[in-house]
T-cell receptor
Framework: AQSVTQLDSQVPVFEEAPVELRCNYS??????LFWYVQYPNQGLQLLLK??????LVESINGFEAEFNKSQTSFHLRKPSVHISDTAEYFC????????????FGQGTTLQVKP | DAGVTQSPTHLIKTRGQHVTLRCSPI?????VSWYQQVLGQGPQFIFQ???????GRGNFPDRFSARQFPNYSSELNVNALLLGDSALYLC????????????FGPGTRLLVL
């Protein structure tokens, strides 16, 4: 079985400041890792994913996450946030044999202030 | 190409009623998964269907059921609705048997009174 813990329920930050959203997971099998973003009253959008290969993965809008197997973490970072980044962020894990079942964390609300 | 679509967008029911939620996957996608997202929490896995067969089931009571049709669209049915079933129900599709990224629809928001 897998589980995901997002260590911060809310992260307030000023515009143009760096941010880190923390995610730890547990699993007895090989996993894939995902970050999804949810804007108010919308569904989930994939931000980035780690399947294999380089442990550092990047999104098109400046976010990056690093898979750390020894620490079972997949923290999300952005060097400079924008007001438009305000949203709910979910870390998720699946077994590498079936991504049809995602296990999500509780979510972290990123609040970017002007 | 159209993304994952879900209908209806919003629904209000009373306790004890039955509800059917519908999902159309991205064209070419054969796997559909359903999730329940209660306010303030992360989505919880309910079902996965692939090629019209159930491939996984989460920890939900038998009041929850689903099926997938030959065109790969899917229905989620919930019987004997409880107040606690109020949530956003999300559908996601992928193009292989769970070996690819899941793409989510906008969800159906169900309110049980």
């Amino acid at each position: 079985a897998q589980s995901v813990t997002q260590l911060d329920s809310q992260v307030p930050v000023f515009e143009e400041a760096p941010v880190e959203l923390r995610c730890n997971y547990s699993s007895s099998v090989s996993v894939y890792l995902f970050w999804y973003v949810q804007y108010p009253n919308q569904g989930l959008q994939l931000l980035l994913k780690y399947l294999s290969g380089s442990t550092l993965v990047e999104s098109i809008n400046g976010f990056e996450a690093e898979f750390n197997k020894s620490q079972t973490s997949f923290h999300l970072r952005k060097p400079s946030v924008h007001i438009s980044d305000t949203a709910e962020y979910f870390c998720a894990v699946s077994s590498s044999s079936n991504t049809g079942k995602l296990i999500f964390g509780q979510g972290t609300t990123l609040q970017v202030k002007p | 190409d159209a993304g994952v679509t879900q209908s209806p967008t919003h629904l209000i029911k009373t306790r004890g009623q039955h509800v059917t939620l519908r999902c159309s996957p991205i064209s070419g996608h054969k796997s559909v998964s359903w999730y329940q997202q209660v306010l303030g929490q992360g989505p919880q896995f309910i079902f996965q269907y692939y090629e019209k067969e159930e491939r996984g089931r989460g920890n939900f009571p038998d009041r929850f059921s689903a099926r997938q049709f030959p065109n790969y669209s899917s229905e989620l049915n919930v019987n004997a609705l409880l107040l606690g079933d109020s949530a956003l129900y999300l559908c996601a599709s992928s193009n292989q048997r769970g070996q690819e990224t899941q793409y989510f629809g906008p969800g159906t928001r169900l309110l049980v009174l």
